[in-house]
């Protein structure tokens, strides 16, 4: 029997990180993909994440696992291509609002399953990292010297580029996506309101915070817990730091062309919905979250907003991943999660393995859909 009889044919839906990922790792694999987004390409999630490549924190053992593996795959792009603009490895920078216990107490967690945690203080902060304003500091803070940051639009784009080679299928603008399944109850394909009807073996429904809401009507439910947010891409400045910061006020990362990307949480009060997943700040409140992210580099250096993305931030319900073949719907598989730039590289490979060979993957073995309906 040829190759070409024995490829697995699989609609990807999602035109994110994790959903272009897939497809390439699905290409590579030797199947036929279709990639299907509802709007344009990249223009979800990932058009708005800050991209901090980490694993600090508290957070289960296998997510800390999965995490670590998904940095593992960034650094072995990052070794075969070190001049890749979008894609450094210069640390990440915290410390915690009030007092300084909580930083204490993230940096003895994070030391003690050995990840890269070292205490600083405004005094010798420069020994790790540059232009970062002393004043600007509480009294300790954490540097994580293995973490990092990727620009997942340039990442998007350059995975495009192997998609096309490999003979990858792609179709924007589809409007909203249904899963179709046959008499047994497997997939079969999908129904897209402006491309018609395409048939699949298999289909991997990436499509960010709108995955729970293409799964329901299959009877699959995955708690939605997406907050709004907003990033924020500033005008090019003199003075660049190379860290990824996490601060009270404001979390702030390099970006390509001498520009930086902001966030936080704070200012989602001041978001307002006007339909159609449509929504709008003030521009004032943008101009005060450059305030909060220039005070923390050296000479204040006046940030101006070049433009700012809002949408949803995909968080399922409890936090952790959604990974992997739905018990109810065998052929259809979902990937949600929170942590999609850390994961992008290695949920692709490994949704790819799974999708094509048929074998559950061990490492997504606490990140199914069905724990929600075991509870």
């Known amino acids: 029997m040829s190759l070409e009889s024995n490829q697995k ?28 987004t509802e709007a344009a390409l990249g223009s979800g999630a990932s058009g708005r994440s800050l991209s901090w490549l980490n694993s600090a924190g508290e957070r289960a053992h296998e997510y800390h696992a999965l995490r670590m593996t998904g940095i593992d795959r960034y650094r072995t792009l990052f070794a075969r291509h070190p001049d890749l603009s979008w894609l450094r490895f210069d640390g990440g920078l915290y410390w915690a609002a009030d007092d300084d216990r909580g930083t204490q107490a993230r940096h003895a967690y994070e030391k003690a399953h050995g990840y890269d945690s070292a205490l600083v203080s405004s005094k010798n902060v420069a020994d790790f990292t540059q232009n970062i304003a002393p004043r600007a500091m509480a009294d300790s803070a954490i540097y ?36 179709k399944t046959d008499v047994s109850g497997r997939a079969c394909g999908v129904s897209t309101a402006r491309a018609g009807e395409l048939a699949a073996d298999k289909v ?34 003199d003075t ?99 942590s999609g730039a850390t994961l992008a590289l290695i949920a692709g490979e490994l949704l790819a393995e799974e999708i094509v060979s048929g074998e559950p993957h061990p490492m997504f073995a606490t990140f199914r859909a069905e724990r929600f309906s075991q509870t």
Request: charged residues 15%; glycine residues 12%; aromatic residues 6%.
């Open 9 to 36: 044919s699989v609609v990807v839906i999602g035109g994110g990180a994790i959903g272009v990922s897939s497809a390439v790792h699905l290409l590579r694999q030797g199947a036929q993909v279709t990639l299907v």
């Open 240 to 338: 660049m730091i190379d860290v990824v910061m996490n601060t009270p006020r404001a979390a702030v990362r390099p970006n390509p062309g001498n520009t930086l990307a902001v966030d936080h949480d704070w200012y989602e009060a001041h978001i307002s919905a006007v339909g159609d997943g449509e929504y709008r700040i003030a521009e004032s409140v943008v101009q005060e979250l450059l305030d909060e992210a220039s005070k923390l580099i050296v000479g204040q250096p006046a940030l101006r907003a070049s433009g700012w993305k809002i949408g949803l931030k995909p968080i399922p319900g409890d936090g952790n991943p959604v990974f992997g073949e739905l018990q109810k719907v065998p052929g259809c598989f979902v990937a949600f999660t929170h």
């Open 144 to 179: 994580n010297a293995g973490e990092g940051w990727v620009s997942l639009p340039h990442l998007i784009g350059w995975l495009m580029e192997e998609f096309h080679q490999r003979g990858g299928k792609l179709i924007e603008h589809v409007g909203k996506v249904t899963v």
């Open 204 to 237: 991997l429904v990436a499509c960010g915070p709108q995955t729970p809401d293409v799964v329901a009507p299959l009877g699959v439910t995955i708690p939605n817990g997406s907050p709004v947010s907003m990033l924020v891409t500033t005008d090019p400045v």
